[in-house]
């Protein structure tokens, strides 16, 4: 069992950064590929970003390709989500993800957090 915690949600203006952490319970943490996810007000949860269990692999959505980075920490079981040149459109709840597969960008993890709120003004 894994128990997912994001922080540093907030609420930042047109242009700015913000980022998010995600730390995870356990001692396999190592071994899981993560995912952030984002769901807006009446939207269905999308895909952000992915990263394999060593860091080397990534992926990212179209939306957020060159202002988003991915990153993670296995020593502190914690993965990373900097996010900059944010847009009012990137307003959402931000959750974190993890499975011991490769399932990105599908939403077929096996466990997620509670999420936490970005808020972008214009």
């Known amino acids: 069992q894994v128990q997912l915690v994001e922080s540093g949600g907030g609420l930042v203006q047109a242009g700015g950064s913000l980022r998010l952490s995600c730390v995870a319970s356990?001692?396999?943490?190592?071994?899981?590929?993560m995912g952030w996810f984002r769901q807006a007000p009446g939207k269905e949860r999308e895909f952000v970003a992915a990263?394999?269990?060593?860091?080397?692999?990534?992926n990212y959505a179209d939306s957020v390709k060159g202002r988003f980075t991915i990153s993670r920490d296995n020593a502190k079981n914690t993965v990373y989500l900097q996010m900059n040149s944010l847009k009012p459109e990137d307003t959402a709840v931000y959750y974190c993800?993890?499975?011991?597969?490769?399932?990105?960008?599908?939403?077929?993890?096996?466990?997620w957090g509670q999420g936490t709120q970005v808020t972008v003004s214009s």
């Open positions: 356990g001692r396999t943490f190592s071994s899981y590929a």
């Open positions: 990263i394999n269990w060593s860091g080397v692999r990534t």
């Open positions: 993800a993890a499975d011991s597969a490769w399932v990105a960008p599908t939403t077929r993890y096996a466990y």
